[in-house]
């Protein structure tokens, strides 16, 4: 690991110098300060300031970091805003701070996550992918770690989750009481969610059905409207009854339905796995499972201090969703 005194071996000058460079305790002659930098550039070294301020019997900053995956519609989802202020809030009753950190560029995550350099005592990891590399240098860095999600392979982290597997599986049965047929459209095949709702989905169907379920499963969507257009042209009928991986889906296959004369509800059923406010939809108000992030912020942030604190804490959490039901699907048959 490249340390401080290799940084001031290849400057010529001590120790102390580079620090106070580096931090503006001293003065450093602007010359001076700009070939501190630009070694620490060339060998690529991050000073971990929280960490080099402490003692040596207190290797603690009581600074968690929440790792968001970028998402050009991040603003569109206001479960960020509410995992986010839920997760702050629970911190700081437990004396902690929060740093937020977004970037769609895993190598410069993983770049800040090697050991030594994050000023953080642990991280909460949202959005796991089956094989994650963000999680991989994590478990590599040592450094503890909770993740919202189930992690996938060769990982063995604690989670927290919505437990996706049986939210599919009971909404694709409550489905195929009042339609003929019943389409599962998922997402990007490699995030864990996506193997869970598959699995819920293909559950769902009797054994003797079973070999047929593929032909009403789709997956790898980007979760965008002309998705949902494109594939309700395709595939809305009469009789039919889509669950779809997020609400923009949703809208597509609403506009593709009305073009095609038939009725959400009615004639084809809409259910959509998770909604955002901003979805403008032609009635009727769509059907949706709810999820409580603001618990999932909290009891994740609770996790992941304890861990830190050496308590005793739950390993896995499951989360239920709640659904609205509303015109979107046909009333429900007892």
């Known amino acids: 690991?490249?340390?401080?005194?290799?940084?001031?071996?290849?400057?010529?000058?001590?120790?102390?110098?580079?620090?106070?460079?580096?931090?503006?305790?001293?003065?450093?002659?602007?010359?001076?300060?700009?070939?501190?930098l630009k070694a620490c550039k060339e060998l690529d070294y991050t000073p971990n300031f929280y960490a080099s301020s402490l003692s040596l019997s207190e290797r603690k900053t009581h600074i968690i970091a929440i790792l968001l995956e970028y998402?050009?519609?991040?603003?569109?989802?206001?479960?960020?805003g509410d995992l986010v202020i839920s997760s702050l809030a629970t911190a700081a009753k437990k004396k902690y701070s929060v740093l937020l950190f977004t970037n769609d560029d895993?190598?410069?995550?993983?770049?800040?996550?090697?050991?030594?350099?994050?000023?953080?005592?642990?991280?909460?990891?949202?959005?796991?992918?089956i094989d994650d590399d963000r999680l991989k240098e994590i478990q590599n860095s040592s450094i503890e770690c909770v993740i919202i999600g189930r992690p996938g392979r060769g990982i063995h982290y604690d989670y927290i989750d919505i437990d996706n597997y049986n939210l599919t599986r009971e909404v694709a049965e409550?489905?195929?009481?009042?339609?003929?047929?019943?389409?599962?459209?998922?997402?990007s095949?490699?995030?864990?969610?996506?193997?869970?709702?598959?699995?819920?989905?293909?559950?769902?169907?009797?054994?003797?059905?079973?070999?047929?379920?593929?032909?009403?499963?789709?997956?790898?969507?980007?979760?965008?409207i002309e998705e949902g257009y494109q594939l309700g042209l395709k595939y809305a009928k009469e009789d039919v009854a889509f669950i779809t991986c997020n609400s923009r889906v949703a809208v597509g296959l609403y506009k593709a339905i009305h073009d095609k004369g038939l009725k959400v509800g009615s004639d084809v059923g809409v259910f959509a796995l998770g909604k955002s406010h901003?979805?403008?939809?032609?009635?009727?108000?769509?059907?949706?499972?709810?999820?409580d992030y603001k618990i999932m912020g909290r009891r994740a942030t609770e996790m992941l201090i304890d861990k830190l604190e050496k308590k005793d804490c739950t390993h896995c959490v499951l989360i239920k969703s709640k659904w609205k039901i509303t015109d979107s699907i046909r009333k429900i048959k007892d």
């Open 106 to 129: 895993n190598e410069v995550l993983m770049k800040y996550l090697k050991y030594g350099k994050a000023p953080i005592d642990g991280a909460i990891l949202l959005t796991p992918n």
């Open 1 to 36: 690991m490249i340390s401080i005194n290799d940084v001031a071996r290849k400057v010529g000058v001590a120790k102390s110098t580079v620090s106070n460079a580096l931090t503006g305790k001293k003065y450093v002659s602007p010359e001076l300060k700009e070939k501190v």
């Open 174 to 187: 409550m489905l195929s009481k009042n339609y003929k047929e019943v389409y599962l459209l998922n997402a």
């Open 278 to 291: 901003n979805d403008q939809l032609v009635g009727p108000k769509l059907s949706y499972a709810i999820q």
């Open 71 to 80: 998402r050009s519609d991040m603003e569109e989802h206001s479960f960020y």
């Open 189 to 224: 095949s490699k995030l864990t969610i996506t193997e869970d709702r598959k699995h819920g989905f293909f559950d769902s169907f009797s054994e003797e059905d079973r070999v047929n379920a593929s032909k009403y499963y789709i997956e790898n969507l980007e979760g965008v």
